[in-house]
């Protein structure tokens, strides 16, 4: 193509509209004096043919100072709405060209390898090179003087480009933008990164806008790909569940990479079974998630939930086997086959895999061991999967495989913590007559797994009991195990009847001496939380200490619920202050709820709103405390706890007077006798004669050593309850033990005869001394 030296427009009828500078200077004619006149009136000579098709080819004009001018001349229609004329664009070229360093410009221009066009300022084509040619599917000459709208069928597309070369020729600066859409000689959508800028004449003026177009579909795929990857670091895994990762997996993929996946796990995965290492030959999978972008159900060959065979052929089973993605194609014997069987399996009338030309299996494995497979599927979309698919997704598969274990072994952990909390939490709770009692446990549902939470009820003698909640910091096996720890100390030291400021004590030593054996962690970070109560129902006092555990509710028989003030010490483990002890006096039917800290606190709750909610729950009317524990339950628990709960419900008994019988006795040996005898006669009135005989021997022994051995004021008292309990109690804090005595030992013989005929006998401490107890069953021999 020759360089474009000047240019004109005319009408149908050859009546000069335009006249550029370029044009001015050529010829010596101002615009003013060109437009409006035949454009043939110009030339030397009247030509035969008078239409403007005929100014084309070398014709010689009348310069306007009359000298002749020779020129080259081209002439290109200006295509109507109606198909025909509605004016021409032409074109002048001196003979001769305008030089060496144009023309080679002119070259460059037409052999460049990105596609470039030239357009006036009415967005008409006025030149374009051989890519642009070949882009549009047209020749040149087809496309030049008409309207880039009039080219182009994508009207949104349309819009864009004529937008922005208007832009460029009415403010005279470039614009650069990217483009997606396709053209008429390509078989698919392509990316173009199109820079728009202003063509100047001599006095700067805008003439026109030139336009240059870079296919970047290869850089734009990629850039997707790269953004997918980007995504699926966000989108999956944001839950710690099998099942829903691979959902997510596949809400990604879908429609933007396949028109169909499926993600299949080996069975072993969703159990607690062992790695399968054999995948040769046949495998079985279950579908745990699909999804489909296009119409009908690609998926109906196989259900959610479902196992499924995969023959040895198919491209499933043939990914597990090599450890890596599968491109199969339509046309290959063995797709066409695994097509062929899924559809003879698909419902009548909708055949599972209508329309499939390429498909992507690839296989899900992480930390070396295989999960299952991914399948994706198109069909819709007319491209085949290639090397770059497959290599984007083993790394999508992969991403997601860490996922699906990670989700997998926290619920194995999971599993097993739960497990062994349960078998640590007490079953059965043990029959006793201080409290009626009722329980709730219930497991974090979170992601930081199971927690530490546990409660127990240990029958103490004199009838009493100790209630006990905790909660230990920290999930999983790790605190399940040291939750155990706890419960057994708790139990070990209530069964020596140590008082609950004091127990607590014990168990923060325990704690620190925990921490002190695990190097890698500090006495913080195995800590735990504990509230320790116990209830005398003869006294009827209830006596309590908390190492950093939220107080206990009361609620009392006329309806009135509150929290019972207490000091609550450090959690367990940090030392360094005391604990403090509470006492209060409880009636008979009053309601005691002990809990743990995830019953009331949650991340977006307000902790005082969520303990009136408590108080005004324990206060409904239940028929009983079971009922009462689900009405609790269902009115403070968060929607979505994040920690573990466990609930006590205990309702207060009393002992009556008529069930305790108590005598002061003198510390003289002379007296035995007259204690023995009363407690005799106090069995009688009670109807239990039957064990009269080993009670009158254990009062004596007792009763004989506190003289012997102890300090006075002396004290004797039976209560009957579910068993008949013998105390002695006295001033020294000597503790009496269990011996073995000689063949020629006087002594020693008393405390064994004791343990040999009651049921259990030990002693505890008080604040006045000690007491010496046994108990007795009361069930006839």
């Not at 021409?88 to 410009?105: D, H, K, N």
């Not at 600066?173 to 063509?199: C, D, K, Q």
């Not at 640590?424 to 006793?432: A, D, F, I, K, N």
Request: negative net charge; hydrophobic residues 40%.
């Amino acid at each position: 193509m020759e360089h474009v030296s000047a240019v004109a427009t005319t009408d149908a009828q050859g009546i000069v509209t335009g006249w550029s500078e370029d044009a001015r200077r050529l010829t010596g004619y101002p615009a003013e004096a060109v437009v409006g006149r035949a454009a043939r009136e110009l030339l030397a000579d009247d030509p035969p043919d008078r239409s403007v098709a005929a100014l084309t080819g070398t014709v010689v004009l009348r310069h306007r100072d009359g000298s002749p001018l020779t020129l080259a001349l081209r002439a290109f229609p200006v295509i109507g709405a109606d198909a025909h004329p509605d004016g021409f664009v032409i074109t002048a070229e001196q003979p001769g060209g305008p030089g060496p360093e144009l023309t080679l410009a002119g070259q460059a221009f037409q052999q460049a390898s990105m596609s470039m066009s030239v357009f006036d300022p009415e967005q008409r084509y006025v030149r374009l090179n051989d890519v642009a040619c070949r882009v549009m599917g047209v020749s040149e000459e087809a496309l030049l003087g008409r309207s880039f709208p009039d080219t182009v069928e994508d009207a949104e597309h349309s819009r864009g480009f004529l937008s922005n070369l208007r832009q460029v020729a009415e403010t005279g600066m470039p614009v650069r933008y990217e483009s997606f859409t396709g053209a008429p000689s390509l078989n698919r959508e392509h990316a173009w990164s199109i820079e728009m800028w202003p063509v100047r004449d001599a006095s700067g003026e805008v003439t026109g806008t030139a336009l240059a177009a870079f296919d970047s579909t290869e850089q734009y795929w990629a850039r997707q790909r790269l953004a997918l990857l980007n995504e699926a670091a966000a989108a999956i895994g944001t839950t710690l569940d099998v099942v829903r990762t691979a959902e997510e997996l596949v809400e990604l993929l879908v429609p933007r990479y396949a028109d169909f996946v499926s993600v299949d796990l080996l069975e072993w995965v969703l159990g607690a079974d062992e790695p399968l290492t054999a995948l040769d030959g046949d495998v079985v999978l279950r579908r745990v998630a699909h999804g489909s972008g296009t119409e009908g159900t690609p998926e109906a060959a196989v259900n959610l939930g479902e196992t499924d065979v995969y023959p040895a052929y198919s491209p499933a089973a043939r990914a597990l086997r090599k450890g890596r993605a599968v491109l199969s194609q339509a046309g290959e014997p063995d797709f066409m086959r695994w097509v062929g069987e899924r559809n003879a399996r698909a419902p009548a009338g909708r055949p599972h895999r209508r329309g499939v030309h390429s498909l992507l299996a690839v296989p899900l494995r992480a930390r070396g061991t295989t999960l299952g497979v991914v399948v994706a599927i198109r069909i819709a979309n007319p491209d085949d999967y290639g090397a770059d698919d497959a290599v984007l997704g083993e790394e999508l598969a992969s991403r997601a495989a860490v996922c699906i274990d990670n989700a997998r072994r926290f619920a194995r952990e999971r599993t097993t913590a739960l497990a062994l909390q349960h078998s640590l939490l007490p079953r059965g709770l043990p029959g006793q007559a201080a409290v009626e009692v009722a329980h709730r446990y219930l497991p974090s549902g979170s992601l930081a797994g199971m927690g530490g939470d546990w409660f127990d009820v240990i029958p103490l003698s004199g009838s009493r009991v100790a209630l006990v909640v905790g909660d230990v910091v920290g999930h999983g096996i790790p605190s399940s195990a040291t939750m155990g720890r706890l419960c057994t100390a708790v139990r070990t030291l209530a069964d020596v009847d140590l008082p609950p400021d004091e127990l607590l004590t014990h168990l923060d030593d325990l704690v620190t001496h925990l921490a002190s054996d695990d190097s890698d962690e500090d006495a913080a970070e195995l800590g735990a939380t504990c509230l320790y109560a116990v209830y005398d129902p003869v006294s009827r006092r209830l006596t309590l200490a908390a190492a950093g555990h939220p107080p206990p509710a009361v609620v009392l028989p006329d309806g009135t619920a509150q929290l019972v003030p207490l000091s609550a010490g450090p959690p367990l483990g940090v030392g360094g202050l005391p604990f403090e002890a509470t006492e209060v006096e409880l009636p008979e039917g009053a309601v005691v709820a002990l809990y743990t800290d995830g019953l009331i606190e949650d991340r977006d709750r307000d902790i005082d709103h969520a303990i009136d909610e408590l108080c005004r729950a324990l206060t409904a009317r239940t028929g009983t405390l079971d009922a009462l524990c689900d009405t609790v339950l269902k009115a403070v628990l968060p929607e979505e706890p994040s920690d573990d709960v466990a609930l006590l419900l205990a309702r207060t008994r009393a002992l009556g007077a008529d069930q305790v019988a108590t005598w002061d006795v003198d510390p003289d040996p002379a007296h035995v006798a007259a204690t023995r005898q009363a407690a005799t006669e106090q069995l009688t009135a009670w109807g239990l004669d039957e064990v009269s005989f080993v009670t009158e021997l254990v009062v004596s022994e007792l009763v004989t050593n506190a003289i012997r051995y102890g300090e006075p004021p002396i004290q004797l008292r039976l209560i009957r309850d579910r068993t008949l309990i013998c105390e002695v109690s006295d001033a020294s804090s000597t503790s009496p033990h269990l011996r073995r005595a000689h063949a020629f030992d006087e002594g020693g013989r008393g405390l064994l005869l004791v343990a040999q005929l009651t049921q259990r006998w030990g002693s505890r401490q008080t604040g006045s001394g000690k007491t010496i107890w046994a108990e007795q069953s009361l069930t006839p021999f």
